[in-house]
């Protein structure tokens, strides 16, 4: 990494705090790279347990770990890749109650890895007032294609639903700008056509079947989503690394060599 950014700029990823908000297969990759570029800091947040139908995309989802937080398991992981890193996680789902705990001491910059619309465009809309850097994940899910990942201004991305929704809360309750200047904001998307999910034996009782250690969540339960796209590693993990990508750049485009 050092020969990419120089000493300054290893110095100021060092010197960086970094806040991850999800560890599913966008963050999980996001937050991992960041360790492995150096930053020295870094704050993840995720309520959730691993699941077994984590398997197919988040690094953390490993056998023994079924049940378990993500949060404290992906922090054991970051402190083996870069020991001298301060690793902070915390179980907790982002939502305005918590906001400013979960944001507490100025981040250099926010990784939005956050599925749920309430919890994600609170997050950019908070970020934006506040003015802490922030790139957002729009959607990976039924993609197959990573090398059709992009990054635009959130307020330009094409093809991308998921976008097309945050916009329009972010418009009706944050006041954001209508017509199409740039926000600010870098997303992550894929002008990729959603895939349409596979109706699958196990649905029907037959084969494998999810059986999540303490049921329902309460949250995002497998039970009560009119539908479930499929995911592939290669997709989520490609967001996470591009999100990484676009906070190691930042963070270090100030930085120049002796």
Known sequence: MGRLVGDPGMARLKDAFVV???????????????????????????????????????LHALKGNIGKPKATLMAERLRLVNPQAEVEPIKQFYQAEVSEALLDGQPDFVVDAIDQFTA???????????????????????????????????????????????????????????????????????????????????????????VCPQGDNGLLSCDRRARIDGSASFVTGTFGLVCASVVVRSLVAGATAD
């Open 20 to 58: 991850v908000m999800g560890l599913g297969g966008v963050g999980s990759f996001a937050a991992e790279s960041l360790a492995r570029s150096g930053v020295g800091r870094l704050r993840i947040v995720d309520f959730d347990d691993v699941c077994v139908t984590n398997v197919n995309r988040q």
């Open 120 to 210: 994600k465009c609170h997050l950019i809309a908070t970020c934006k007032q506040r003015g802490i850097p922030l790139v957002t994940s729009m959607g990976a899910a039924g993609r197959i294609d990573p090398t059709r990942v992009k990054v635009a201004d959130l307020n330009k991305t094409s093809h991308d639903r998921m976008a097309e929704n945050v916009r329009r809360i972010l418009r009706q309750k944050w006041d954001f700008p209508r017509g199409r200047a740039a926000w600010g904001i870098p997303a992550v998307f894929t002008d990729e056509p959603c895939i349409t999910p596979h109706p699958l034996a196990y649905e029907k009782g037959e084969g494998f079947r999810c």
